[in-house]
């Protein structure tokens, strides 16, 4: 993940966990640094409410939102 961000530069948007493509083609910002960020972002949410209640939380956000996108406001607001 670092190298991919050093590619990009640190402060650049593709090397954050919510990216702004604009008008740039998405096959260019394509890289493991959305992945990685938001593996440690679900591990976070996970320390902060339990094992137990991350399960539940997982169960309810696949039926809920299964065969869908949603924006990261959805997200947080089903959190």
Known sequence: MKADMSVFG???????LQPRIEHDNPDNMFS???????YFFLTYL????GHDNFIQF???YIITFRFTSISTSDFLNFF
């Open 10 to 16: 640190y402060n650049h948007s593709y090397s954050s």
């Open 46 to 49: 996970a320390s902060q409410i």
């Open 32 to 38: 493991t640094v959305p992945y990685e960020k938001g």
């Open 58 to 60: 997982l169960r309810e």
